[in-house]
């Protein structure tokens, strides 16, 4: 396997949870599929930056499939694996949400999240929320692409809805810059049953910017290539700078990384 150093990370990168793909010809999302055989008894892992190495940790208490995660520290300083949404193994959505104690390695059950969506936008935590957008429901007759906005609140336990993304998306990616949320969705839902579907369906460039002090979007450049799915890590130099890194994964292969850009004050 390779390997690729974006920028200077934490010490403890924490969990691996899940893969990515992004391409410049993609023809669907091609995300890392897995089976409950298997997956069921795929240990999560996690890697130490200081030592380089990979380590077994527990398994997740349910099966969960292209779901989001995010992190945010407890009281007491300990950071929490969120697990948001996803598949069962059935494949239908609805599921409760996870979360994982780096401390202690202990897995806890989140009946309070309980969400109806997969293949959301990826998550982000803006102070100590998890923002997440999009994604879809599956797979009954009832099958949506979403263009909602929700946020978790770790200390309430809450999930609470936010203003609708300007279109139903789902398969991104977002971050964070200056405390506001980007999202570069994969796919634009063009079912006029989804609010906010698009005119023309599939693959889609655009870049959205959610602002939580107005609780408003707007619509930002679109992007050079089309994704499905991905990885955002946001790190701060010299003020007016920032670095949005995104590391994409395409099985064994890093094939996008990360640039530094200046971002107006």
């Known amino acids: 396997m390779k390997s690729i150093r974006i920028g200077t990370f934490p010490v403890t990168l924490g969990l691996l949870l899940g893969a990515a793909a992004c391409r410049d010809d993609i023809q669907s999302p091609n995300v890392a599929e897995s089976s409950p055989e298997t997956s069921a008894a795929q240990p999560s892992l996690a ?9 077994a940790r527990p398994v997740m208490p349910q099966f969960r499939d292209h779901f989001g995660a995010g992190t945010v520290a407890n009281a007491s300083g300990q950071w929490i694996v969120y697990v948001l949404g996803g598949n069962r193994a059935d494949g239908d959505t609805g599921v409760p949400g996870l979360s994982y104690n780096v401390a ?13 969506m997969a293949s ?10 998890l923002y997440f957008t999009g994604g879809e429901s599956c797979c009954d007759v009832d099958f949506r692409t979403f263009n909602t906005t929700s946020t978790y609140q770790p200390s309430t336990d809450k999930v609470v809805q936010r203003a609708n993304m300007p279109h139903a998306t789902k398969y991104g990616v977002s971050g964070v810059l200056n405390e ?15 609010p906010g579907h698009c005119t023309t369906g599939g693959f889609t460039r655009q870049l959205y910017r959610y602002d939580p002090a107005t609780n408003s979007w707007s619509t930002k ?10 990885a955002v890590r946001e790190l701060t130099f010299t003020p007016g700078f920032e670095e949005l890194a995104l590391a994409v994964v395409d099985h064994d292969r890093v094939i996008a990384a990360a640039k530094q850009v200046h971002v107006a004050a």
């Open 221 to 230: 450049q679109q992007a050079p290539h089309v994704h499905a799915v991905g």
């Open 104 to 116: 202690t390695n202990v897995w806890g059950l989140l009946p309070n999240a309980f969400l109806t």
């Open 180 to 194: 506001q949320l980007y999202v570069l969705p994969g796919y634009c839902s063009g079912e006029s049953v989804d």
């Open 47 to 55: 890697v130490t930056a200081t030592s380089n190495t990979w380590a």
């Open 120 to 129: 959301m936008n990826g998550v982000a935590r803006i102070g100590t929320k």
